[in-house]
């Protein structure tokens, strides 16, 4: 093709710009169809499958958008399973999931952190094997002041072919996941998933309510220079994370110390601000509560596949994420996760390999 030469820079920026750009009128649906064998077997399932998740976040984004003109913000007065207070949001991103995969025949069981127990959708089988887990609202401390905020969400199949699945069925290790992933409500809303063959984001473009690939093929720094934690809870935390963090905050530039600190109170903000710059995030186990406060199914092993799938690491501290054993629904974990390399040094410092 003749190479058009052109004489002035800032038509060369445009041309650039527009062409580099034009690649990117990639939609979720045509890359799901297109790039990725997104199902395990033909039929395209899990495709329409993440086009719905991707419907859920559209119709988020928008109560979001309009969060402080309408009565959805503070609490709904209630406590969840959890025990913590349900605000407005969380309901609404949860009956959000509900009024979506009601009427798909994609999954044929649902679960939230916000439901004590999972909905069943017989009339979804058998032609849907999928069941989906998901944290509809995450960072719920930040609703009412505008502060960035995530769904999460867990892709598992039915293990029977022959039978609707039950409640058990839904506790799932996360080695055996099929998708997962997360949506980001921040100065734009993103989409990012895997299925085990990388990770890729989707910026949505509200003026065509389209998801287009703005990240394909997301690789997490080997090593960062920030660390997300809630460091009010430092003397709860075990002594080798509390010499981790005095190791990140000791002066020297040879390993690129102190590290900085940047936490938003949004797991998935934070962990997103880490896959694309590099770090460690640390909700750790603490003295009164071993197992932690972020929840397994819905929030742990779905950000670990993504982060692994990423080039980087996950671990309990102890073991990998996704090779913890699930025994229920809204099991809690201690979740270390970022670049490979930093996660290497919190585990070796809370296992007591290191104390400097
Ligand atoms: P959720 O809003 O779904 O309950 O999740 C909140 C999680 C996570 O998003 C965040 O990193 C962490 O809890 C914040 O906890 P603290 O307020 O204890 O730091
Ligand atoms: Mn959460
Ligand atoms: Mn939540």
Not at 78 to 87: A, D, I, L, R
Not at 95 to 100: A, I, Y
Not at 243 to 248: I, T
Not at 284 to 310: M, S, T
Request: hydrophobic share 35%; glycine share 10%.
């Amino acid at each position: 093709m003749r190479k058009a030469t052109v004489r002035c820079p800032a038509l060369l920026k445009t041309v650039i710009l527009t062409s580099t750009m034009s690649q990117f009128l990639l939609t979720l649906s045509r890359f799901t169809a297109q790039k990725q064998t997104v199902d395990h077997e033909a039929g395209g399932g899990l495709a329409r499958l993440l086009g719905q998740i991707g419907l859920v976040g559209k119709r988020i984004a928008q109560d979001l958008r309009r969060a402080g003109l309408i009565d959805i913000l503070g609490t709904t007065g209630e406590v969840n399973v959890q025990g913590e207070t349900v605000k407005k949001l969380d309901e609404i991103a949860n009956e959000t999931f509900l009024k979506v995969f009601h009427q798909s025949e994609h999954v044929c069981a649902l679960a939230s952190e916000e439901m004590e127990k999972p909905v069943l959708l017989p009339e979804n089988w058998p032609q849907a094997q999928y069941m989906l887990l998901f944290d509809p609202l995450d960072g719920s401390s930040n609703t009412d002041c505008n502060m960035p905020l995530g769904t999460i969400f867990s892709v598992v199949k039915s293990k029977h072919k022959d039978q609707m699945p039950t409640m058990d069925d839904l506790v799932c290790n996360g080695s055996e996941q099929v998708a997962a992933g997360y949506l980001l409500y921040g100065a734009s809303t993103m989409l990012v998933y895997t299925i085990g063959q990388g990770v890729h984001g989707f910026t949505l473009d509200p003026g065509i309510g389209e998801y287009l690939l703005s990240h394909e093929q997301i690789r997490i720094p080997d090593r960062g220079k920030i660390y997300a934690v809630n460091e009010g809870n430092y003397h709860q935390w075990p002594e080798g994370t509390k010499k981790y963090f005095d190791y990140l905050k000791m002066k020297d530039s040879a390993t690129g110390r102190p590290y900085r600190g940047r936490y938003s109170g949004c797991l998935v903000a934070d962990v997103h601000r880490i896959l694309i710059g590099g770090g460690i995030y640390l909700y750790p186990g603490e003295l009164d509560k071993p197992e932690g406060k972020l929840r397994l199914l819905y929030e742990a092993n779905p950000l670990a596949w993504i982060v692994e799938q990423a080039g980087g690491k996950a671990s309990t501290g102890a073991m990998r994420i996704l090779d913890v054993e699930a025994k229920q629904l809204h099991q809690r974990v201690p979740l270390i996760i970022g670049s490979a390399n930093d996660v290497r040094d919190a585990v070796a410092f809370n296992q007591g390999r290191r104390e400097s």
